[in-house]
């Protein structure tokens, strides 16, 4: 059975959003959740959770660190993200980018169940005579350039450290949102080592305690992103 894992603090809209989506979807397993206690606990039961529909600002701490969490328990997953605050802007890079899905509370049902077909199918009762009615669970893992959006979307300050497939490491080091410095263990350092990070396919990602180091960069982080996905687009057309 497919499972979607529900952070909200607000336990009507909670209640409300659970119903809703267990009303169009019979067949999936919701787990809610108020707290981000409580959401880790649900990720260490729960192996295989498919869909983390998560609220971004919750009493005991925010559903983007949270979702770093999920990059590294639960690869296979995919998260949508939700606020209460006014989000025309931060929509606006999440859609120029094209790797994260934001809401604006109150979420509009009909936009989330579009999502939600778009990447697991058909409800129940919206699926085509003759087709099979539970949930096709086909999803992809954040990628790193997901991680780091949604750490400047949130306007963290901290260190997230990255370790690819193949052992290499490096961290990126987030100031107010903006990205500051970036590392490698193959001794690059500044925009050089950033570019590489961004390349990296598969992998964990964790928080590190370490200082902010000194800025090595000085580019705001949406022209930032948007090179490095260009430089990976032209880098795999170069491959082909």
Excluded at 41 to 70: A, H, R, T
Excluded at 108 to 128: C, M, N, T, V, Y
Excluded at 157 to 168: E, K, L, M, N
Excluded at 180 to 201: M, P, Q, R, Y
Aim: charge should be negative; hydrophobic fraction near 40%.
């Amino acid at each position: 059975m497919a499972s979607l894992l529900i952070l909200e603090d607000s336990q009507v809209q909670l209640t409300s959003l659970s119903n809703n989506i267990k009303a169009r979807y019979p067949d999936l397993e919701i787990l809610p959740a108020r707290t981000i206690e409580e959401a880790q606990l649900l990720l260490s039961e729960y192996d295989d959770i498919d869909i983390f529909l998560l609220d971004i600002y919750v009493p005991d701490g925010s559903g983007i660190d949270f979702l770093c969490d999920v990059k590294t328990i639960s690869p296979e997953s995919h998260a949508i993200m939700m606020t209460a605050n006014p989000v025309p802007e931060m929509q606006k890079h999440a859609q120029e980018l094209g790797v994260i899905r934001l809401f604006q509370k109150p979420i509009e049902l009909d936009p989330l169940f579009a999502e939600f077909e778009r990447l697991i199918g058909p409800s129940k009762d919206g699926s085509s005579e003759g087709s099979n009615s539970s949930f096709k669970a086909s999803l992809g893992g954040l990628s790193t350039v997901d991680i780091i959006q949604l750490k400047c979307l949130s306007r963290a300050t901290q260190v997230i450290a990255f370790v690819c497939g193949d052992g290499i490491s490096g961290k990126i080091h987030f100031q107010r949102g903006e990205i500051v410095h970036a590392e490698t263990t193959t001794g690059k350092s500044g925009l050089d080592a950033f570019n590489e990070i961004v390349g990296w396919k598969g992998g964990r990602v964790e928080e590190s305690q370490e200082p902010i180091a000194e800025p090595t960069i000085d580019k705001g982080w949406e022209s930032l992103l948007m090179d490095a996905v260009r430089m990976i687009d032209e880098s795999t057309l170069v491959q082909d």
